[in-house]
């Protein structure tokens, strides 16, 4: 394959295209939560999820509600169907019937991935009662996937709606351990919801639920840490690529076809490290346009000590395994900081901190 071949490589575009085709393996989520205008829903969202994915000017107010019927949140873990615009005697009928048109669209995908995979139903305290419109979407909804959460519960404060609530509830067919009660004074009813949500996810998309949630700290920091068994095998799979495309020794100048392998590591670790659109174009993509530019004769001598004018497998191993550990320690830190909601730390890319990495990296193959 020769050089010319590569004169007008667009790496920004094969990276992002890679980084979209890699995204397609990691399985993320979906939850429907509906619920009258004020019910708490957005509130309850931010307490599980956190702020990120719904600000605060993402919240519409009691008597204007921001949109009709459905609005759609997602990050990389994640996506949300929140219900907007259901309010006491106004159209409630043509919402139920919306809802189960929307339930049943999304149902109907032929990617289950994009299924609704867990629904929630909020009934605040405030109203005081359930409602025939509560009844008609719960029931419309899968039981085995259902929680309904009765909201805002400090504001009764002798307990007495919230029972006749659970009791209307239980009446007309809903467990009583699918009930759920929140406020606005603690997250132990958020808790409950979290984990009573995971038990009842699918076993293919509990991992990035627990990623999602921002209940247990601990516990999605120690998701993300586990991911370091697949960042091995994503790099153990490009170094064992740039190896052989350099069995025979490249002349420098046509080195670059190296570049689209680590290219690809590069969208791999990223997707499974759940970047955003933001970090993929102020971290991701200038750290990408660098890495075009390191296999240069000038670059490769400050790296290798004795490098001559070709490279060969050994270089290509080296240089390759040492770029995605070290790619892998700049994600791996960026997602614990998001999950800890700590400032993103900056991808420095400079070859004093890469030497590093490579000379770490030499040591670990020298000792096996």
Known sequence: MENQNFKDYDYEKDFLNKFEEEKKKYKRPNILICGYTGAGKTSIIQAMLGKDLVPDDMI?????????????????????????????????????????????????????DEHIHIFWYTISVGVGKVTGTDLKIINSFPKESTLVIISKIDLDRKNRVVEAIKKELINNGISEDKIILTNDESEKGIEELYYKSLEILPEAYKTAFEEAQRIDIEKAVDKVKEK????????????????????????????????????????????????NKEQLQHQALPLVARVVGMLTASSLAKLIPGFGSAVNATVAVFITGALGWFVQNQFEKMAIAKIKGEPAPTIDFDFSVFEEFLKNYKKDKDNK
Do not use: C
Not at 237 to 263: E, F, K, M, R
């Open 60 to 112: 519409g107010h009691d008597a204007n509600p921001m949109t009709q019927d459905y609005d759609r949140y997602e990050n990389s873990y994640i996506g949300i169907w929140d219900s907007k615009g259901l309010e006491p005697d106004k159209g409630q009928d043509e919402f139920v019937a919306r809802t189960k048109n929307h339930i049943r669209k999304v149902q109907e995908n032929e990617n289950v």
């Open 228 to 275: 370091n068994k697949e960042a091995k095998a994503i790099i153990g799979a490009a170094t064992v690529a740039s190896g052989s495309v350099a069995a025979n020794p490249i002349p420098i100048s046509d080195s670059i076809i190296i570049t689209p392998i680590q290219i690809g590591m590069i969208a791999g670790l990223a997707a499974l490290y759940g970047l």
